[in-house]
């Protein structure tokens, strides 16, 4: 899978923005980090790059957040080289052309799938 940097992921927000039509993947609001909704099919999603840098190392569970806000926060930054944006990849709407942040959270006894929206307003490409 390729990996993006931080201007190819931009070009894909900025191609969201731009997506202004009605679709499944766009009845909920997904502006915040939060589980797979069961509007949204898995199949109408195609993976298109990877934000994880090395699979072999582990990343960082330190989350960015230098105004206060949360991980479920729609006006939080979205910043590829913290959690949980460095555990994930980059997806596409088969159907519109938008695209998502997808991880899956590996909690003690469970998975689950959490999505959000790609908002170029909204990402930083802030260091570690």
Known sequence: MQKLDFPAL?????????????????????????KLPTSLDLENLEEIGTLVEDPYDEPTFSEYHPQG????????????RYFP????????????????LRYNEAGGYFT?????????????????
């Open 85 to 100: 944006a460095n555990r994930s990849q980059a997806v596409r709407c088969r159907a519109c052309g938008r695209h998502f």
């Open 112 to 128: 689950e799938l959490r999505i959000r929206a790609l908002h170029p307003e909204l990402l930083v490409d802030a260091a570690i």
């Open 69 to 80: 806000t949360r991980y479920e926060s729609a006006d939080a930054p979205i910043a590829p």
């Open 10 to 34: 931009l070009q894909l927000a900025h191609a969201s923005l731009a997506v202004t039509g009605p679709c499944s993947c766009s009845t909920v609001s997904l502006g915040g980090w939060q």
